[in-house]
Each structure stands twice: as C-alpha cells, then as structure tokens.
T-cell receptor
Framework: DTAVSQTPKYLVTQMGNDKSIKCEQN?????MYWYKQDSKKFLKIMFS???????INETVPNRFSPKSPDKAHLNLHINSLELGDSAVYFC?????????????FGDGTRLSIL | DAKTTQPTSMDCAEGRAANLPCNHS???????VYWYRQIHSQGPQYIIH???NNETNEMASLIITEDRKSSTLILPHATLRDTAVYYC?????????????FGKGTSLLVTP
C-alpha cells in the first residue's frame, strides 16, 4: 500500500515538449509538496499546497504549474522543457504544514531531457 | 531556518550503534530538529524529530543537548540496509511554509 505514489517513475523526453507528473497520497493528508533534486543531489522545495491552496512557490519558472484537483492529488505540469529541467522530482505530503508534522515522500520521477 | 552542519561521511560496522552528529548552533526556540534519510534511488524517509526532549521510536533515538545547539541520531544496531545519506534539518519558519531545507547530509556506510 504505497502512501505517496508518483507516475511516471521515469520520463525521457525532448527539449521543448510539455509533460506532466502525477502525485497521489492515500494518507488523508491535507498538505502536499513538490521538491526537485538536481544532479548534485541537493533537494529543494518547489511548491506546497494546503487544502488545494498554494502556500509556497519558491521562485520556480512559470513553465512549472502545479495543479491540485483535490486534497489527495498534486500534479506538476511543465511547459517547454529545457535541458536544465533534468532532475528527480519528489512529491511529499504531511498532515498540515505545522512544524511538528513530518513529511512523507514518494519515490521520485526521474526526468531526462534529450 | 537555522543552518546545520554534519560530517560528510561516516562508517559503521554492522550490528554496532551508528551515532550521527549534527550542529545547529543558531537554532531558535520554536524550531524542531528533524532527521530524514535517503537510500539510493528512493525518496527521503522520515526518521524522527524533536524539540527539546530526547526522543525514541522504532527506527532510532534522537539526543538533543540541553542548549539545543547540537543533536545526535542513534541507530542502535546498524544493518547494511541503513546505508544511506542522513539529513539533519532544523524546521520552523512560517516564511518558508515549513518546507524542509535539505543540506548535504552525512553519507553513512554500514560495512559487514
């Protein structure tokens, strides 16, 4: 029973294409996140949603657009993909976004831009 | 959020306790100390967190010094499956929406 699941696990595509990554959590959490892990292995927050409302947008290019159709889903759509977008993208969720709430992560989507 | 300092890498023999240190000398009163780990090719895994008191769960123990300027994560009986990068994170800023700020972590190698 996967708590936070992302699809696809691997995504290989060409520069300029538009792609989406889906994330679903079955933990009943109301806060979800997207993180990016670059080639140097640094993990950085991109977006956070609480009850379908955006609460963090960390100066991510507007080619990246998160969409939360309901509390259990936070999808990431990327327009006009660039070489620098190659990375591993992780979705996470938590019960609220208070400091005492641990986040639970999916296994990542490995995006490679040709 | 306060910065953390961790050793780049550590080794531990299988079956022995692994003690991973973390310095967070600029931590403020409402900031929690979190530990996560990332096993190769997987997503980060929550281990434990604490504010002031020592904490223990089924995975590990967290020892926080009285002045809260440092902490130690203890894996009591390390196994080969504990080989991973361990991240110590101080979390507490509402400006960051309570996001996790991952540093470089400690790469722990558990050897047979």
């Amino acid at each position: 029973d996967t708590a936070v699941s992302q699809t696809p696990k691997y995504l290989v595509t060409q520069m300029g294409n538009d792609k989406s990554i889906k994330c679903e959590q079955n933990l009943g959490h109301d806060t979800m996140y997207w993180y990016k892990q670059d080639s140097k292995k640094f993990l950085k927050i991109m977006f956070s949603y609480n009850n379908k409302e955006l609460i963090i947008n960390e100066t991510v290019p507007n080619r990246f657009s998160p969409k939360s159709p309901d509390k259990a889903h936070l999808n990431l759509h990327i327009n006009s993909l660039e070489l620098g977008d190659s990375a591993v993208y992780f979705c996470a969720s938590s019960q609220g976004y208070g400091v005492g709430q641990p986040q639970h992560f999916g296994d990542g989507t490995r995006l490679s831009i040709l | 959020d306060a910065k953390t300092t961790q050793p780049t890498s550590m080794d531990c023999a299988e079956g022995r306790a692994a003690n991973l240190p973390c310095n967070h000398s600029t931590i403020s009163g409402n900031e929690y100390v979190y530990w996560y780990r990332q096993i190769h090719s997987q997503g980060p895994q929550y281990i434990i967190h604490g504010l002031k008191n020592n904490e223990t769960n089924e995975m590990a123990s967290l020892i926080i010094t009285e002045d809260r300027k440092s902490s130690t994560l203890i894996l009591p009986h390390a196994t080969l499956r504990d080989t991973a990068v361990y991240y110590c994170i101080v979390r507490g800023s509402i400006d960051s929406g309570y996001a996790l700020n991952f540093g470089k972590g400690t790469s722990l190698l558990v050897t047979p």
